[in-house]
């Protein structure tokens, strides 16, 4: 750990050394290209005997894919779990999944994605003894999955569920009902997939006897379509796109509980005892009987943890809980062997872990402080500890801690600052840390759960390092700053050749969403080797993380409610006046940009801070939150028939006959996020109101705007937006 410290010295040093001269400038090419790529430890996963973990591995030369097992301690490699050459029908898998006891294996192939998280995709099922292969279905399916005893396996087709058992090959269908753009059944619709982050909506129960699914009536939801133009030659008439996509303030799909018994192929609906708008997670609890469900109602500040008997679908609300403002939806609820459970809250103005008994009456809150727990990575029984994520070192930074149930013997597992996150083994005794800071790319190392003893280094980035000493690069120099009574956090790159006695333009980067952050102490992304090529190109390039981020405490993040970019415009606009007042920046060149919710702030920006900035680029931006959907928007904003004025008020396009400055406009026209709509119709407004704008589109890329050479035409553009307007 010395060497690796006096490493990072002695790089820091030589940057320093080196003349600009003998150095090159970073090129968007280079960017884009990947030519900084950081190495990452492959996607790994422990296996239950907690001592051994295994990766996919990808031969490119001989076009083949393995499952490899490797020693945690020695890091040597045991064994080979899957080899393609032991499945001559299927050479090439996308992805892997054991069964419980891990005898069995699905493999994917042919997958496709839909949205955000949700795909299609070929299966088959390997038994890893018999090298048996069997295909779960011909058709593409979504979302399979092992019963307990990996004996059958529950899967979604065309919005239904069915079961295939593996022992017969009989294929059982669970649900009839499904109808796109209807009925779906298993899987969610697109707002709980992109809001609630999830897919699967079904799970079984311990011991495989019962099936669990959630149901989704999409029937007033209004639609959204969009035409996709297709490549020039191959597509005459557009294609149009149409699926349920609530906004706010309209229809949500109906939602609700099934249960379907196995033994009888009955299925019963769940009465719940009342109508909840959400039912954003199912969880079954150590009891194979005992079904938790987390159910809210539309404005997402009251929430009701439900238990669910299977055996007669009673239901007990067991705890309830409700916030001034909205509770955030989480995967850390836990049942322990007692089917007590860890959860998670910010009832005391901070992120913290409490332990409720199986009633729902609560233990102990484990951890307290004004600091907030960023990660819940799990429970060990034998040891009786809870291990987690905060920002006890510092809101910008990150370490692993492990505490016992009952709040006591907090150990601290990480040392040094920055970020740190972990992957435990499946018995707790040992945790990959993925470590990094601004001026260190990742490392792996594997420690000691107990106590956070290093074992050995994996893999890190000094390759990365070492041919980062041949460009100009700029140290990110983090502070705080006093906006508007908060100390925010903020980090400037400067010119490696700057000179305090001249004037720079300042460029402003942020997002600025609820309980986002920006100002972290990681290791460069591709935007900021964009900004340091700026920085190089005489641009001091700034981001501050104004009122609503995260990470600062609940009343910090939550100041925003009913009035999303109302403060965050006023603490940039206040930032970018503040920083104009130093001597070595210009205040009569000073632009922002940023990408979807930073695009709207960035066109709040330089509407409602005419005189303040010259320049804006918006890339995705949304116009309107009465054009964004109703999970996100109502849970800050409440409904436009609730809160008119929020919505209309804090609109950028409200104030577009505020511009003064040069303003580009970038989005994608397949978009199925932030709809291209919001964008057209802040064009109409700009229009009507005479003011000049450059606009940049691209044909059917979705809100990642990707493929190809699209990132390094978008970044092009925005550069040279830069150069001719700041």
């Not at 103005?349 to 102990?364: E, M, S």
């Not at 280094?457 to 009574?485: A, H, M, P, R, V």
Request: aromatic share 14%.
């Amino acid at each position: 750990m010395k060497v690796h410290h006096l490493f990072i010295a002695v790089f820091l040093s030589a940057t320093s050394i080196l003349s600009a001269q003998e150095k090159k400038d970073i090129t968007l090419e280079e960017i884009w290209s990947g030519t900084f790529r950081q190495e990452y430890l492959q996607s790994l996963e422990s296996l239950k005997n907690g001592k051994e973990y295994a990766v996919q591995d990808y031969n490119r030369a001989a076009q083949s894919m393995n499952v490899e097992v490797y020693n945690y301690e020695s890091g040597e490699k045991t064994r080979t779990l899957i080899s393609s050459a032991d499945i001559p029908d299927l050479k090439f898998f996308q992805g892997y999944e054991l069964s419980e006891d891990e005898s069995k294996v699905l493999l994917s192939t042919e997958v496709e994605s839909i949205y955000r998280r949700s795909t299609l995709g070929v299966y088959y099922v390997y038994d890893l003894t018999s090298k048996k292969l069997q295909k779960v279905s011909d058709d593409k399916i979504q979302e399979p999955a092992f019963s307990p005893d990996n004996t059958q396996v529950a899967y979604v087709f065309e919005n239904n569920i069915y079961i295939k058992d593996l022992t017969n090959d009989k294929v059982t269908q669970v649900t009839t009902d499904g109808e796109n753009n209807k009925i779906i059944n298993g899987v969610t619709d697109w707002v709980y997939e992109e809001e609630f982050a999830f897919v699967r909506a079904f799970q079984w129960n311990k011991t495989g006897d019962k099936i669990a699914f959630l149901r989704f009536d999409e029937t007033e939801v209004p639609e959204f379509s969009m035409d996709l133009y297709g490549t020039y030659g191959k597509q005459l008439y557009p294609e149009e796109y149409t699926f349920k996509y609530p906004k706010a303030g309209e229809n949500n799909s109906i939602v609700t509980l099934h249960m379907y018994d196995v033994a009888s192929a009955k299925t019963s609906k769940v009465d719940l005892g009342k109508e909840y708008e959400y039912l954003p997670r199912i969880k079954w609890t150590n009891d194979a009987m005992t079904l938790s469900v987390q159910a809210m109602n539309r404005h997402q500040n009251d929430l009701d943890l439900i238990f669910v008997n299977a055996e007669n679908n009673s239901v007990k609300v067991i705890m309830n809980e409700k916030d001034d403002a909205y509770i955030d939806i989480t995967d850390n609820l836990t049942f322990l062997n007692d089917n007590s459970y860890i959860w998670t809250s910010e009832k005391d103005g901070w992120n913290h872990i409490y332990h409720f008994n199986k009633t729902g009456k609560l233990i102990n809150q484990v951890t307290k402080g004004d600091w907030d727990v960023t990660d819940y990575y799990g429970f060990d029984p034998k040891t009786g500890r809870i291990y987690f994520q905060s920002t006890e070192n510092g809101s910008i930074n990150r370490d692993v801690y492990s505490v016992m149930a009952n709040g006591k013997n907090k150990v601290r597992l990480t040392q040094k600052t920055g970020t740190n996150s972990a992957d435990f083994s499946a018995d707790y005794s040992y945790f990959i840390n993925s470590y990094t800071s601004a001026t260190t790319p990742y490392v792996f190392t594997l420690h000691k759960a107990k106590n956070g003893k290093i074992v050995r280094e994996i893999k890190d980035n000094s390759g990365l390092l070492e041919q980062l000493k041949g460009y100009n690069l700029s140290k990110k120099e983090f502070s705080t700053i006093n906006i508007n009574g908060n100390d925010l956090n903020m980090w400037m790159i400067k010119p490696t050749n700057f000179d305090s006695n001249k004037k720079y333009p300042l460029f402003l980067t942020q997002y600025s969403g609820p309980g986002s952050q920006s100002v972290a102490n990681t290791f460069m992304g591709a935007n900021d080797y964009w900004y340091e090529m700026l920085a190089e190109q005489g641009y001091v390039i700034a981001c501050i993380d104004g009122r609503g981020t995260g990470f600062k405490g609940s009343e910090f993040k939550k100041v925003t409610q009913h009035e999303l970019g109302k403060y965050e415009v006023q603490d940039q606009i206040s930032v970018a006046k503040k920083l104009g007042e130093r001597d070595y920046i210009d205040a009569g060149r000073i632009g922002i940009w940023g990408w979807s919710y930073g695009g709207f702030m960035a066109s709040n920006c330089i509407f409602q801070g005419a005189d303040t900035f010259k320049m804006a680029i918006a890339v995705a931006p949304v116009t309107s939150w009465r054009f964004y959907d109703s999970i996100y928007t109502e849970r800050y904003m409440g409904t436009p028939q609730e809160n008119p004025s929020g919505y209309d008020e804090n609109s950028p396009i409200t104030h577009v006959n505020e511009l003064k400055g040069k303003f580009l406009l970038v989005h994608g026209s397949g978009d199925d996020n932030v709809h291209f709509q919001n964008s057209m119709q802040m064009i109409e407004a700009l229009v009507q109101a005479n003011k000049q704008f450059d606009m940049q589109i691209y044909p059917d890329k979705n809100h990642g705007i990707f493929g190809g050479n699209t990132r390094l035409h978008l970044y092009t553009k925005m550069t040279n937006f830069i150069k001719e307007n700041l």
